[in-house]
């Protein structure tokens, strides 16, 4: 019974060393990863500007795109490197993704005498009549907001 006991040990031995071998990725596949990471490859994707469909005034009620009073609380204007609200201004740091109808950014904002920044996705619907608008960061508020485009 020993040497069947020791073969038995051998061969669990041999198995529990061949599971603890990990395949390791081809230098192909890591050079991929790599090259995707290198700052040279995110740099191309850098956006400076706002896309032109996003741009103009927008409102969160039909009264934002009228008032002449001054008070329209939910009013948007978005500029080619901003954004306007009714007592801010967020200005567009670095972008890191956008399309003809989107962006994806950090603005840096300045209203009532404080500073902050918020990372903001905007993405207007194909006909170009409405534009969502998605911010994150401190203090963000925890919704989707949905903006007409203004006559």
Do not use: H
Not at 41 to 61: E, H, K, N
Not at 74 to 84: A, E, Q
């Amino acid at each position: 019974m020993k040497p069947v006991l020791a073969l038995t040990l051998a061969g669990f031995l041999a198995a529990c060393s061949d599971e603890a071998k990990v395949p390791q990725p081809s230098e192909t596949a890591a050079d991929a990863i790599a090259s995707e990471a290198t700052p040279t490859a995110q740099a191309s994707a850098a956006v400076t500007s706002i896309p032109m469909a996003l741009q103009g005034r927008w409102g969160l009620v039909p009264a934002d795109c009228t008032s002449t009073r001054g008070d329209a609380k939910g009013l948007m204007i978005v500029g080619p490197t901003d954004l306007r609200f009714y007592e801010s201004v967020g200005k567009l740091r670095s972008g890191v993704s956008s399309g003809a109808n989107s962006l994806r950014g950090t603005f840096d904002y300045m209203g009532e005498g404080m500073e902050w920044s918020r990372d903001v996705v905007l993405s207007a619907a194909p006909d170009g009549q409405s534009l969502d608008f998605q911010d994150s960061g401190a203090d963000a508020p925890p919704s989707r907001r949905t903006y007409q485009r203004c006559p």
